[in-house]
Every structure is written in structure tokens, then in C-alpha cells.
């Protein structure tokens, strides 16, 4: 009995291979909730995925608290730096205003959100997204034209990952859309970048309002 015990091997825990990491970080958000497996992978071998990713002129942005990871381009060097520009492997994406709007307005909420200090989640519905960008929109006649912009907006600002829909519960009709705000968004979206936002939101709340000025016309003399 003793002999065969003996002869016994505990087999290790099988750990992802490191080509499916990288491969699944260069294609998108990597979030514990979605692969626990292969985040528990990333924690472990998360000095060789820098080094590799850092071939490609990548650095790797990992939150364990959020639970989230992704890769980014490194810094561009300076103009006067010698150093070699490399092509971008992660391209740019320029924001049109109403998406940047509505990153911004969801930041905030999110920040109003962790101050409360209740639940991790924060979860909107279709309905609250569009009164939040609604007050910073010109006012039209058409209101049904209104509503279909915002869910363009929103459309949009999920397929970029910072909104998640969720399936609707049992019974629940098909236009109460609901959305997580994804916590990855307070990587992207930073105080400096809020500050700066802010600014610009100021400079076209004014616009706004000099055009309904304009558009009422002069007064009778």
C-alpha cells in the first residue's frame, strides 16, 4: 500500500498558454468576470506578456482590483528624441462629440456612483442614458429624431466597450434596455481629461445658446 502511494504524481494545474493570452489581449478588453481561468493566467505570467507585448510597442494596463487588462501603444517620443517612431499596432479612434459627451457624463456618474459606496455595479437604464445627454442637446420638434441620435450615441459607445447591455429579465419589454457602465471606462477617461471636456462643454453650451438667441430674432422697436 505504502509502494503504491509512492508511485502517485499530483498533476499540476494546467495554465494557459501564453499565445492565447496575447493573442486574446490583442483583440480586445480582457475582464476577470468574463474568464476567470485566463485571468489567473494573466496574474501569473503577466511579467512575460509585458515583455513580449513591449516587442510590439505595447504596454500592458492591468487593474486586479477593477479586474480588467488591456494593451495599449506606448508613448510616441518626442520630436527631438532620436529614437525610431514605430507604426501603431492599436490604432487611434477620433470621438465625434456626442460620443465624448456621453463618455464624459457617464464618467461622471461613475465617480458620483463609487462616492455613494454602495454596489460595484453601476447599471442605467436606456431611459437614464438619454436624460443625461439630453440637457446638453439643442432642443428640436422633433423629438422622436432626438431620441434616435442618443441611441446612435449609445450604440456606438458600446461597440467601443464602454457599455455593456444587458439581456433583459424575465418579462421585461424589449424597450426597457438596461446598461452596465463598463469600470474600464476610468482608465480612458481621467480627471485631466474631464477638466479639459469641461472646458470645451462650456464653450458649446455657449454656442448653443447664441444660436436660440439668433434664432428668436430682434425684439419689437
Request: charged share 25%; proline share 6%; net charge negative.
Amino acid at each position: 500500500m505504502e509502494q503504491h502511494l509512492s508511485t502517485i504524481e499530483i498533476t499540476p494545474a494546467p495554465v494557459a498558454d501564453l499565445s492565447v493570452l496575447l493573442i486574446s489581449l490583442l483583440k480586445g478588453v480582457l475582464y476577470r468576470e468574463a474568464d476567470e481561468r485566463l485571468w489567473a493566467a494573466l496574474l501569473n505570467l503577466q511579467a512575460r506578456v509585458r515583455d513580449y507585448s513591449a516587442v510590439l510597442n505595447l504596454d500592458l494596463v492591468l487593474d486586479e482590483s477593477e479586474g480588467y487588462a488591456f494593451l495599449k501603444s506606448r508613448p510616441e517620443p518626442a520630436d527631438d528624441d532620436p529614437a525610431p517612431r514605430l507604426p501603431r499596432l492599436v490604432a487611434r479612434r477620433p470621438l465625434s462629440f456626442p460620443v465624448s459627451l456621453l463618455l464624459a457624463l457617464l464618467r461622471k456618474k461613475l465617480a458620483e456612483f463609487d462616492a455613494g459606496g454602495g454596489d460595484t455595479r453601476l447599471v442605467l437604464s436606456r431611459d437614464d442614458i438619454v436624460e443625461l445627454v439630453r440637457v446638453f442637446l439643442p432642443d428640436g420638434p422633433n423629438e422622436a429624431r432626438l431620441i434616435d441620435q442618443i441611441e446612435t450615441t449609445i450604440n456606438k459607445v458600446v461597440e467601443l466597450g464602454f457599455l455593456h447591455k444587458l439581456k433583459p429579465s424575465g418579462g421585461a419589454s424589449a424597450g426597457l434596455a438596461s446598461y452596465e457602465v463598463r469600470r474600464i471606462l476610468k482608465a480612458f477617461v481621467d480627471a485631466q481629461w474631464l477638466a479639459e471636456f469641461d472646458a470645451r462643454l462650456a464653450n458649446y453650451q455657449t454656442l448653443l445658446a447664441g444660436v436660440a438667441n439668433s434664432k428668436e430674432g430682434p425684439g419689437n422697436e
